[in-house]
Nanobody
Framework: VQLQASGGGSVQAGGSLRLSCAAS????????KGWFRQAPGKEREFVAA????????YYADSVKGRFTISRDNAKNTVYLQMNSLKPEDTAVYYC????????????????WGQGTQVTVSS
């Protein structure tokens, strides 16, 4: 059982990136998914979450209006579209999956991807 995150990179402030997280098993289509990030010297923090159907989404206040989480269960993939990026968005971004509903606490997630680096320069 694996989650593979991709799509990170380096962009200038104001730019956009789209992260993807592919699950290795189709059973993950019934799991809620979340994106978290961790900057150097800081704790891992919640970014966005989506329920199994994609009908409910949740965002951290710091990214609301700039980031959009979505999923394609036919492709076992969840996405994070990041627009209007800021230097403070620089971090390693992780995708995660959990049984049940969406949640903002990383401790409630059962499976984690390896992380993808996002660097935003001013």
């Amino acid at each position: 059982v694996q989650l593979q995150a991709s799509g990170g990179g380096s962009v200038q402030a104001g730019g956009s990136l789209r992260l993807s997280c592919a699950a290795s098993e189709r059973t993950f289509s019934s799991y809620a998914k979340g994106w978290f990030r961790q900057a150097p010297g800081k704790e891992r923090e919640f970014v966005a979450a989506i329920n199994w159907s994609g009908g409910m989404t949740y965002y951290a206040d710091s990214v609301k209006g700039r980031f959009t989480i979505s999923r394609d269960n036919a492709k076992n993939t969840v996405y994070l579209q990041m627009n209007s990026l800021k230097p403070e968005d620089t971090a390693v971004y992780y995708c995660a999956a959990r049984r049940g509903g969406s949640n903002s606490s990383p401790n409630t997630y059962d499976y984690w991807g390896q992380g993808t680096q996002v660097t935003v320069s001013s």
